[in-house]
């Protein structure tokens, strides 16, 4: 599969469900009462998308598996603190169980691409040549195979 852009990584697109269904979760009128943590989650999960958008767009592999493993941290954080709304009754156990395994099966789809990238020997668009004459006329398209 081509990936030009982070919207084309399926990891992206479940963490961006994931994000969506905290969200919804969090606006119960009992957890959304709990500001910190309300906001804490949320925080959490959009940390989980932002940081493979942005490990992504930094063109080197290296620095894409630094994100990843951010990303990956932040699914562990966005479960501990579904048991926090679960022993506070924010959150129905079916809830937290769901949720937990979205963001443990988000985590280890993570691990999967970080083990590629690990295996893979590719260093990343910015290291290419092609990519070094496009940046000089002012392009730059990420294309590898993932």
């Not at 893979?120 to 910015?126: A, F, H, T, V």
Request: charge should be positive; include cysteine.
């Amino acid at each position: 599969m081509q990936v030009k852009n982070f919207e084309d990584l399926e990891i992206w697109k479940d963490a961006r469900l994931l994000t969506r269904g905290i969200y919804q979760l969090t606006r119960d009128s009992k957890f959304s009462k709990d500001f910190g943590l309300r906001d804490q989650i949320r925080r959490a999960a959009v940390s989980i998308m932002s940081n493979i958008a942005e490990g992504f767009e930094r063109g080197g592999n290296q620095e894409f598996i630094q994100f990843l493993y951010v990303a990956k941290a932040s699914c562990g954080e966005v479960r501990s603190q579904l048991y926090v709304a679960l022993d506070q009754s924010y959150v129905a156990p079916k809830d937290c169980d769901n949720a937990s395994k979205s963001f443990r099966r988000l985590s280890i789809m993570i691990s999967n691409l970080i083990d590629y990238l690990k295996r893979s020997g590719m260093k990343g668009s910015k290291y290419t040549k092609s990519n070094v004459s496009e940046k000089n006329s002012g392009s730059s398209i990420r294309s590898e195979t993932i």
